[in-house]
T-cell receptor, first 114, second 115 residues
Framework: AQKVTQAQTEISVVEKEDVTLDCVYE???????LFWYKQPPSGELVFLIR??????QNEISGRYSWNFQKSTSSFNFTITASQVVDSAVYFC???????????FGAGTRLTVKP | DSGVTQTPKHLITATGQRVTLRCSPR?????VYWYQQSLDQGLQFLIQ???????AKGNILERFSAQQFPDLHSELNLSSLELGDSALYFC??????????????FGPGTRLTVL
C-alpha cells in the first residue's frame, strides 16, 4: 500500500540550528513522485519540491536541501541555519502514476525559537 | 501567492445545512483538486476535475459533490453537514495532463466550522 511516514510529530530548535525532517515512503511502483509542502501558521500549503523516482540527485535550494535515497525509501529535508520564519508544518507526499491520488504524511511541526 | 484563489476564507454554519466552496485555478491550469484537512484524518484527497470532467475520486462522501465549469473554476458542494465535516478545505490546481504526479499548487483554503 502507498504510505508516507513522518515519524517526527514535532521538532523544536533554536534559530541558526540545522534541522532534518524525515520522510519514509512505501510503494511497489518503480515510477513515483515525492513532494514536500510547507504549511505556515497562516494555513496555506506552499509547494517546495517535486522529485521523481529516477532522479536520486540531492537537491539544494538556498538553505533547503533534500536527500533522496531509494535504498532506504527516504526523502529527507534539511534546513540549514534555521530561522523563525521556517516555523511551520511540513508535509511529505507521494504520488504514483498508477494511482489517482497524492498521499500526504501526517506532517512535522517545526518550531524555530529566536 | 500560488495563484489559486478560494472563497470564502471562513464559513460557519449549522448541522444539516448545505454550503458551496469556490475555487479558481491558476491561469492556464486545467486540473482542479479538492482536499480536506482535519485534525484526525490529516490531508485527504477528495476529488479531481480535468477540463470540466471528473478525473479521479478519493475519500469523498456521498453528501459531497463537485463540478468544474467551462471557465475552469470549480465548486465543492457539501450537504447535510455534520459536526465532523468541520475542516480546512483546500483546492489545488496543476498545469500538466492531470495526473496525480503533477505538481499541485494549493489555494489558501476555506475553513469550515459546523456548529
Amino acid at each position: 500500500a502507498q504510505k508516507v511516514t513522518q515519524a517526527q510529530t514535532e521538532i523544536s530548535v533554536v534559530e541558526k540550528e540545522d534541522v532534518t525532517l524525515d520522510c519514509v515512503y512505501e510503494t511497489r511502483d518503480t515510477t513515483y513522485y515525492l513532494f514536500w509542502y510547507k504549511q505556515p501558521p497562516s494555513g496555506e500549503l506552499v509547494f517546495l519540491i517535486r522529485r521523481n523516482s529516477f532522479d536520486e540527485q540531492n537537491e539544494i535550494s538556498g538553505r533547503y536541501s533534500w536527500n533522496f535515497q531509494k535504498s532506504t525509501s527516504s526523502f529527507n529535508f534539511t534546513i540549514t541555519a534555521s530561522q523563525v520564519v521556517d516555523s511551520a508544518v511540513y508535509f511529505c507526499a507521494l504520488s504514483e502514476g498508477a494511482r489517482d491520488d497524492m498521499r500526504f504524511g501526517a506532517g512535522t511541526r517545526l518550531t524555530v525559537k529566536p | 501567492d500560488s495563484g489559486v484563489t478560494q472563497t470564502p476564507k471562513h464559513l460557519i454554519t449549522a448541522t444539516g445545512q448545505r454550503v458551496t466552496l469556490r475555487c479558481s485555478p491558476r491561469s492556464g491550469d486545467l486540473s482542479v483538486y479538492w482536499y480536506q484537512q482535519s485534525l484526525d484524518q490529516g490531508l485527504q484527497f477528495l476529488i479531481q476535475y480535468y477540463n470540466g470532467e471528473e478525473r479521479a475520486k478519493g475519500n469523498i462522501l456521498e453528501r459531497f459533490s463537485a463540478q468544474q465549469f467551462p471557465d475552469l473554476h470549480s465548486e465543492l458542494n457539501l450537504s447535510s453537514l455534520e459536526l465532523g465535516d468541520s475542516a480546512l478545505y483546500f483546492c489545488a490546481s496543476s498545469s500538466l495532463a492531470g495526473a496525480s504526479t503533477d505538481t499541485q499548487y494549493f489555494g489558501p483554503g476555506t475553513r469550515l466550522t459546523v456548529l
